[in-house]
C-alpha cells in the first residue's frame, strides 16, 4: 500500500499533537502539585505525621497524629482517694459516654516527673482514651469556674468573652527517652485563653481528664487576694481534684508573694498555689496565680512555716 504525502502529514501532525497533550499534561500537574505544596506550606507550621498506635500500659509506645485548633465541647472529671485516681465518666455533645480510666497515685507521680523532666514536646491527636480538643477546652472552662464559684478567683472573670482560644495535645520527650510516644496518660492538653481582663494558660491530662496546673493572670479593681488566699487556693484544689491532703502544709509569705502547698498522695505528690501581685504602676491590680501538682517539694529558703495537723 502506498503512503502519500498528505497521510505522512496526518500522522505527523498527530504524534505532534498526542507529544503536546503529554507534555502539556505533565507541566499542568507539576505547577499544580506546586501551587498546592505552597498552599500547605504557607497556611501552617504543623506536621502530621502518623505513628502506629497501641492499647495503654505501662512501658508501652502509643502513636498519634498531630492536631491543633479551638473551640468548645464537654469535659470529664476524676475522682481521687488516698493515693488513687479513679476514674468517672465524660459527656460528650452526642451524649455519648466515656469512662475515664484508674489512674493510681504512682501513675500520677510517673506523669508529672516525665512532664518536669527536660526535653521537647511532641504534639499529636488524640486516641480514644484522650480527651478530644473541644472536650479539652470545656475542661479547661469548667475548671476556671469551678475556682471562682469557690471564692478563690474573682468572679468577675467568668463575664469576660474570651477573644482567642489556642489548644493543643502534646506529649514531653524527656532527653534520653527511646520511645517517641509514651503510653496514653502521659499526654497532656494546653489551653491558653485570652480575655480583657485575664490570660490563663491550663494544662489538662489527655486520660484523666482534669486540670493539673493552671497559670492565670488576672486584673482586679481592688485587693482581692490577701495572705489566706494560697491555702484557700489549695484546700480549693484538692476538692476541685477529689483528693484528700495528708495534712502537711508548707507555707511562706514574702514582700508580694505568697505560697502553699500541701502533699496528696501518701506524699508523693503536692498541690501548690502561688500568688504575686503588683498594686504599684498599673490601672488594676495585677496578680498572677501558679496552681499545679508536682512532685518538687518548695527549695528550703521559700518555707517559711511547715504544718503538720
Known sequence: ???????????????????????????????????????????????????????????????????TGSSAETGGSVETGSSVVTGDSVETGDSMKQERPVLTGQDVYNILHNWEATGSERVHEPSEAQLGMEEAIEVAKSGLAFFCEEGVLPSDILEQEIEKINAYLCQNQANGQTAVFLDAIYSYWTIEMTCER????????????????????VSTDDEFFGNQSATKLVDAFVSYLDMHSDDKWQIGIED?????????????????????????????????VNLYLTTQPAAAGEIIVVINE
Request: no cysteine.
Open 1 to 67: 500500500m502506498k503512503t502519500t504525502g498528505r497521510q505522512i502529514i496526518y500522522t505527523a501532525a498527530g504524534l505532534a499533537l498526542s507529544l503536546a497533550i503529554a507534555v502539556g499534561g505533565w507541566a499542568l500537574t507539576s505547577m499544580l502539585i506546586d501551587i498546592k505544596s505552597d498552599a500547605l506550606l504557607s497556611t501552617t507550621g504543623t506536621v502530621y505525621i502518623d505513628v502506629p498506635s497501641q492499647a495503654a500500659g505501662a512501658g508501652q509506645e502509643t502513636g498519634d497524629n498531630v492536631e
Open 198 to 217: 485575664y490570660d490563663a494558660i491550663f494544662v489538662i491530662n489527655a486520660v484523666a481528664g482534669q486540670l493539673w496546673k493552671a497559670n492565670i493572670v
Open 256 to 288: 508580694n508573694e505568697i505560697f502553699a502547698s500541701t502533699n496528696i498522695a501518701d506524699s508523693m505528690i503536692l498541690a501548690t498555689a502561688e500568688i504575686r501581685s503588683d498594686i504599684t504602676g498599673h490601672a488594676f491590680i495585677v496578680t498572677e
